[in-house]
């Protein structure tokens, strides 16, 4: 029945009982004023054992829980969440206090869990990522270095662990900006690497980490794909002349080598070698396009009024009359002629469509953040494909060079910005949407 007690009825109910003896010594000798001697000296024997007694009984009863909770405390200070302490029951000051605990320590044991597996799951990553990384401490010292890192430095980690940048070979890479490109060279392989470098705190003291990611061979890759191509456009262009040059060449072979001539072989000697000369002033404006794509120069930046600019490109175009909506006034730094340039063959693009339907065109403009955004839209027929658009020499225009869109996003990309073509959403037509950094 005691037992059943909270914790502090307990406590209280072994403090009344060690005080009974001395009350019940007390009011005897209140009731008997004047008791014997050896009466008096044997109730003060057994009322000081009582109360010595009972006072060990409420020592115990509080020291046993405190012990108790500070062996459990003592077990989470060391890690060790496997213990939980039991007799916890709610409504009691010290059970619920015990409760508390228990779930601290179920808590810290699946956080602890959680910690183990994303530790684990981490360390795998780095362990498969194609990507070297190192992690340093304040002095410069490597402390950390996944799979790729040891291959970057051709040596296994228990041999790198502890030594300097500089002795590794990798001082340069903890200096300058935190992400360019390097080219270098290392134990484990040479040519241009992508530098990321971040700062972490680990025991109160700084880090660096370091990632190194290998581009030789991605733009071994990218350089494969254009020569592809390029070769590919080039290849083509080629066999649409050399193909009817031949053909004309071996015909007017056969021409002459007959006995008399034909009454019109004047005429067909005339026909043919128009022919030739026709393909060979394609293949002319052929070369001259590809030498302006390939020498399109670096930009000159200054100040460019923006509003101003696109007002005047509206006003070259003289097939149809280009409606402007009214927008913000904006300064780019730009190269005029460029950004002029760039404009112009937008607006002539968005101009033949809307010919063809007898549509219109429109242009306005828009602060979007730290960018402004000029976009150019035509009532013409749409897109039916999107993937050729920026390709080198591709056309679907009669006469048409295929590189007027080609020169325009490199424009806008040598200015910071971009270049973005698509079908509008609201009605037939399409839509280019330029973007370029203003300040």
Not at 11 to 16: D, I, N, Q, S
Not at 211 to 218: E, H, I, K, T
Not at 278 to 288: I, K, V
């Given at each position: 029945?005691f037992r ?5 009825w307990q ?6 009982v060690?005080?009974m003896?001395a009350?019940s010594?007390t009011v005897y000798?209140l ?7 050896w009466?008096r000296?044997?109730?003060l024997l057994?009322v ?5 007694g009972?006072a060990?009984?409420?020592r115990?009863?509080?020291v046993?829980p ?5 062996g ?13 302490a039991r ?8 059970g619920e206090?015990i409760?508390?605990l228990?779930?601290?320590v ?15 799951l ?6 498969e990522?194609d990507?070297?990384v ?6 410069q010292r490597?402390?950390l ?6 291959r ?7 041999r ?7 002795e590794?070979?990798?001082?340069e ?8 490109t390097?080219?270098a060279?290392?134990a ?9 470098r971040s700062t ?6 700084p880090?660096?980490?370091l ?8 733009l071994?890759?990218e ?6 191509r390029l070769l590919r456009v080039?290849g ?8 009817p040059?031949k053909s004309i ?5 056969r ?9 019109d072989w ?9 022919v030739l000369s ?11 396009s590809?030498?302006?794509?390939a ?10 009024d ?5 007002r005047?490109?509206?006003g070259?175009?003289t097939?149809?009359?280009v409606?402007?909506?009214p ?7 730009a190269?005029?002629d460029?950004?002029?340039q760039?404009l112009?063959?937008?607006v002539c ?8 339907t007898?549509g ?9 953040g730290?960018?402004?955004?000029v976009?150019?839209e035509?009532?013409g027929?749409?897109?039916s ?12 225009k009669?006469?048409?060079?295929g ?10 990309e040598?200015?910071?910005g971009?270049l973005q073509?698509?079908?509008?959403k609201?009605r037939?037509g399409c839509?280019a ?6 300040g």
């Open positions: 029945m059943r007690l909270p914790h502090n406590v209280l109910v072994l403090a009344l060690t005080a003896p009350v010594a000798l009731w008997r004023p004047t008791p014997p001697p009466l000296w044997t109730l057994l000081s054992m009582a109360w010595i009972f060990l009984m409420v115990a009863r509080v046993r405190l012990r108790t909770l500070s459990l405390l003592a077990a989470l200070r060391q890690g060790d969440f496997s213990i939980q007799g916890a029951r709610a409504g009691d000051p010290l206090v409760l508390e228990n779930g601290l179920d808590l810290l044991r699946q956080q602890r869990l959680g910690a183990l597996e994303a530790t684990a981490l360390r795998t990553v780095m362990e990522i990507l070297a190192f992690a340093f401490d304040d002095t490597l402390r270095a996944n799979r790729a890192g040891e970057l430095l051709a040596q296994p980690v228990e790198l662990t502890g030594r300097t940048a500089a590794l070979g990798l001082a890479c903890l200096e300058g900006e935190p992400v360019r390097l080219q060279a290392f484990g392989g040479l040519g241009r690497w992508n530098i990321r972490f705190r680990q025991g109160g003291r880090h660096q980490l990632v190194l990611a290998d581009l030789s061979q991605a071994r890759e350089e494969r794909l254009a020569w592809q080039l083509h262009e080629l066999n649409n002349s050399l193909a040059i060449a071996d015909s007017l072979a021409l002459l080598e007959q006995d008399p001539l034909p009454e004047r005429e067909d000697s005339r026909r043919g070698m128009e026709g393909r060979a002033e394609a293949l002319s404006r052929f070369m001259e590809y030498s302006r794509l020498r399109l120069p670096h930009p000159r930046k200054g100040p460019v923006l509003g101003t600019t696109i005047r490109v509206a070259l175009e097939r149809l009359a409606s402007v909506r927008g913000p006034d904006l300064v780019v730094q190269d005029s460029q950004i002029e760039l112009i063959n937008l693009n968005a101009a033949d469509a809307a010919l063809e007898k219109a065109v429109t242009l306005r403009w828009a602060k979007a730290a960018q402004v955004e976009c150019i035509d009532e027929p749409g897109l494909n999107t993937a050729n658009l920026f390709v080198p020499f591709f056309t679907t009669p006469g048409g060079s590189i007027g869109l080609v020169i325009s996003r490199q424009i806008a040598a200015h910071g971009s073509i698509e079908n509008r609201d037939q839509i949407r330029l973007r370029l950094p203003l």
